[in-house]
């Protein structure tokens, strides 16, 4: 018997900041992200444009049955985009925290969390990765609109 794992993503309020300061919320969709499927995109300013892509792959030994599985879940910026970032990490931000100019912004894949089941035993590694090391917490992220570059 197979186990299912998806990745849950819940956002509760986004915040748009223009260039001049405008401050724009909006309540977001909570959503799975299944894993060996295609990316689940955001819209960060609702133009019809993804801002920001979350995915998810499960990896599985090749025995039978599996014996350990892998599930690695990685975020990417899209359209132009750019997430804050430590080398190939995701930095997760404590709420309140000011983002804006930086040199941490990436506009790569980058990775959110990741962990390891032993399927035989039933033992898990633990979520590890910056997501996984915090438990929750915030992306910020750098996009463009037609009035110029907004953060959230």
């Given at each position: 018997?197979k186990?299912?794992?998806?990745?849950m993503?819940?956002?509760?309020?986004?915040q748009?900041?223009?260039?001049?300061?405008?401050?724009v919320?909006f309540?977001g969709?909570s959503?799975?992200?299944p894993?060996?499927?295609?990316?689940?995109?955001l819209?960060?300013?609702?133009d019809?444009?993804?801002?920001v892509?979350?995915?998810?792959?499960?990896?599985?030994?090749?025995?039978?049955?599996?014996?350990?599985a892998?599930?690695?879940?990685n975020?990417?910026?899209d359209?132009?985009a750019q997430l804050?970032?430590?080398?190939?990490?995701?930095?997760?931000l404590?709420?309140g925290?000011q983002?804006?100019d930086?040199?941490?912004?990436?506009?790569?894949?980058?990775?959110?969390?990741?962990t390891?089941?032993?399927?035989?035993?039933?033992?898990?590694?633990?979520?590890?990765?910056?997501?996984?090391?915090?438990?929750?917490?915030?992306?910020?992220?750098q996009?463009?609109?037609?009035?110029?570059?907004?953060?959230?």
């Amino acid at each position: 018997m197979k186990k299912l794992f998806h990745l849950m993503v819940l956002v509760a309020a986004l915040q748009a900041v223009s260039a001049w300061g405008a401050v724009v919320y909006f309540s977001g969709p909570s959503f799975y992200i299944p894993p060996n499927t295609d990316p689940v995109s955001l819209d960060m300013n609702q133009d019809g444009i993804s801002d920001v892509s979350f995915s998810a792959e499960m990896l599985e030994t090749l025995d039978y049955p599996s014996s350990a599985a892998s599930l690695i879940c990685n975020v990417s910026p899209d359209n132009g985009a750019q997430l804050l970032a430590t080398n190939s990490y995701a930095q997760i931000l404590a709420t309140g925290r000011q983002i804006g100019d930086s040199k941490s912004w990436n506009s790569s894949d980058l990775l959110l969390t990741t962990t390891t089941w032993n399927l035989q035993n039933g033992t898990s590694s633990g979520w590890s990765g910056p997501l996984g090391a915090v438990g929750a917490g915030f992306l910020g992220i750098q996009f463009l609109a037609a009035d110029g570059i907004h953060y959230g």
